[in-house]
């Protein structure tokens, strides 16, 4: 039987208070939601409904499909789209390099540190050139770009550690470019793409100034909605708090089932063998 310290005691104490903190916001969330429009006060903030009024979720549900289904759309094609591109990306710079590579790689990595805010104006005017403004294909195709150099980094640190003799045993063979990643290279890469779609799920899904900037009403995301929800000089707070609980579900639900593979996926493209 393992020994009980004082040190563990502190430490484990310490979590529990912590984890305390951190879910203070979504026990009030909660609360709130299930509390009567007229029961929703500052002094009584912290105490349990008198009667749980489910109707708030209905409700929630109701006025925020049209923006919940934009969003599985925007989100599930954004993220398929910049994690397919960025592994062949990664592909390219880490085993089918050409000259000035590095240089082209190093540039492309610069898209990581441009905050999305400075692109905002360039991106708007972009998007309007091509016809796209104001609905999803626009938008999703923001997301693709701005994915890229995050996936392609991790995709490269994880094909580097696939051996450079494996892949020039498929040239030997005969096999070309696309043969050798969907043959050989693909099948090794299940952990880089939990860990790239986990990634680029949670930035899209939560994303909310792309959102409200680039589409019309009628395509906005879920955070518009959930912002224009809790818009307006009298706010019915059980609806907000219920639409931001339908919000966080998706996300909160990956992280709970593939939490352990994003992991696993993040270790295997970091520890060289």
């Known amino acids: 039987m393992k020994r009980t310290t004082t040190g563990s005691i ?3 104490g310490t979590l529990a208070v912590l984890s305390l903190f951190f879910l203070m916001p979504a026990y009030m969330a909660a609360v709130t939601a299930l509390k009567l429009p ?5 002094p009584s ?7 749980f009024n489910w109707s708030s979720f209905s409700q929630a549900i109701q006025l925020l499909k049209p923006n919940f289904i934009n969003s599985v759309i925007l989100t599930l094609c954004a993220t398929a789209g910049s994690t397919v591109l960025g ?3 990664g592909y390219v710079f880490s085993k089918w390099k050409f000259p000035g590579s590095e240089i082209v790689f190093t540039l492309f990595l610069f898209g990581m ?3 999305y805010q400075v692109i905002l104006i360039p991106l708007f005017q972009t998007l309007r050139a091509m016809n796209l403004y104001g609905g999803l294909p626009g938008l999703i195709l923001a997301h693709i770009v701005y994915g890229l150099p995050i996936t392609s980094l991790i ?5 580097a550690q696939i051996p450079t003799a494996l892949i020039e045993s498929a040239r030997l063979d005969g096999a070309g470019f696309f043969s050798i990643y969907l043959r050989i290279v693909f099948p090794l890469s299940i952990p880089g793409f939990v860990v790239t779609s986990l990634w680029q799920f949670t930035q899209i899904w939560n994303e909310f100034l ?3 900037c680039l589409t019309r009403h009628a395509d906005n995301p879920i955070t518009v909605g959930l912002a224009q929800l809790a818009g307006g000089q009298a706010v019915s707070w059980n ?3 219920a639409g931001s609980i339908m919000a966080a579900v998706p996300v909160l639900c990956i992280y709970i089932f593939l939490g352990r593979y994003f992991i696993r996926g993040l270790l295997a493209g970091s520890v060289k063998e």
């Open 10 to 12: 502190l430490l484990y």
């Open 38 to 42: 007229a029961e929703i006060s500052l």
């Open 45 to 51: 903030a912290w105490e349990l409904p008198s009667v």
């Open 87 to 89: 592994s062949l990306n």
């Open 113 to 115: 540190f441009i905050p």
């Open 155 to 159: 995709f490269r640190n994880f094909y």
């Open 210 to 212: 792309w959102g409200i």
């Open 239 to 241: 609806l907000p708090m």
